[in-house]
């Protein structure tokens, strides 16, 4: 993959999207693994929902968020999404699914 100052056509800046988002699906899948891992150590929906780490890893992203040149509210959006969709699946994973809904 060429560098971005190297593309020297529109082709090789989508094969270099292409790749990286590829990039960005796997890893996403392997925090996925990660997270149907942690539900061997969660017992509760206290234990799934972890707030005060929640809002620690929002944090975080944000600040990396701002390393990298990026919007934080952007990131933090897109990690709501995607952490909020992991918090669900613990949640079926472990019978809790309608734990705390009215």
Partial sequence: MKAPTDCTSIEDVRHAIDAIDQDIVR????RYEYVKAIT????????????ERYQAVMQARRA???EAGLDPDVV????????????????????LADAGRP
């Fill in 76 to 95: 933090e959006r897109l990690y709501r999404l995607l952490i909020d969709h992991f918090i669900a699946e613990e949640m079926k994973d472990l019978g």
């Fill in 40 to 51: 061997r150590f969660k017992k509760t929906e206290e234990d799934v929902r972890a707030p």
């Fill in 64 to 66: 990396w968020a701002q």
């Fill in 27 to 30: 890893a996403l899948g392997l």
